[in-house]
């Protein structure tokens, strides 16, 4: 399967590298291909730029067809030898884009319209690319709900340990009370005897006074 994907990758790259040379090397052939969306873009990405950055920004067609070109040409080798081929297919999509538009201001040119929206989406599908790995997303969410579950069980655990404490706290209250209550007969018990012996006692010797006086 890793054959066949680098075959995949390799193949859809090479349309971007070849093109990308062409860009290059051959600008003056390519210019009316991202003219339009250049004179669009350059002024609006100038305006939100300071002075100082808004002069370095190239207004020459030329000039940005050759990076277009140069772009292509480092996404395309990015994402066939698989050394940085996510960020390679958004660099890829990226330069799609100026051609994309400028395709889509030209009602005439409807197969170039599809060409560009076919490469494009390809690109875009390209940067979801993962090597049959998962990818960060579902690697997030399988933490997160791992988390969650031991989170759970921790709470569930914590709620069993008080039960059982709370339980074991209910038969140590209630042992306690048996032993007060036990005491308390006890104490009873032998306090009544005592005061029937004192009862003896003071009768008896009310006895021997009685009979000490006649």
């Known amino acids: 399967m890793s054959l066949l994907r680098f075959a995949g990758?390799?193949?859809?790259?090479?349309?971007?590298?070849?093109?990308?040379?062409?860009?290059?090397?051959?600008?003056?052939?390519?210019?009316?291909q991202v003219e339009t969306t250049i004179d669009r873009i350059v002024p609006a990405v100038q305006s939100f730029l300071p002075p100082d950055a808004a002069d370095r920004v190239p207004e020459d067609v030329r000039t940005?067809?050759?990076?277009?070109?140069?772009?292509?040409?480092?996404?395309?080798?990015?994402?066939?030898?698989?050394?940085a081929r996510r960020p390679g297919a958004i660099l890829l999509a990226a330069a799609t884009l100026p051609r994309l538009v400028g395709a889509a201001t030209d009602s005439r040119d409807r197969s170039g319209l599809l060409t560009q929206l076919a490469l494009f989406g390809g690109a875009v599908v390209a940067t979801q690319d993962t090597a049959g790995r998962p990818g960060l997303a579902w690697r997030a969410e399988q933490s997160r709900r791992a988390l969650e579950?031991?989170?759970?069980?921790?709470?569930?655990?914590?709620?069993?340990?008080?039960?059982?404490?709370?339980?074991?706290?209910?038969?140590?209250?209630?042992?306690?009370?048996?032993?007060?209550?036990?005491?308390?007969?006890?104490?009873?018990?032998a306090t009544t005897q005592a005061e029937k012996s004192a009862l003896r006692t003071v009768k008896k010797v009310q006895r021997q006074v009685k009979d000490v006086l006649n």
């Open 64 to 83: 940005w067809t050759r990076l277009l070109g140069a772009a292509q040409i480092v996404g395309g080798l990015a994402y066939a030898t698989g050394i």
């Open 9 to 32: 990758r390799l193949l859809y790259s090479a349309y971007f590298v070849q093109d990308g040379y062409q860009l290059l090397t051959k600008p003056d052939q390519n210019v009316a």
């Open 149 to 189: 579950e031991r989170a759970n069980a921790a709470g569930k655990s914590v709620s069993r340990t008080r039960k059982a404490v709370g339980k074991q706290a209910d038969q140590v209250g209630k042992q306690v009370g048996r032993s007060l209550e036990s005491a308390r007969a006890e104490l009873g018990k």
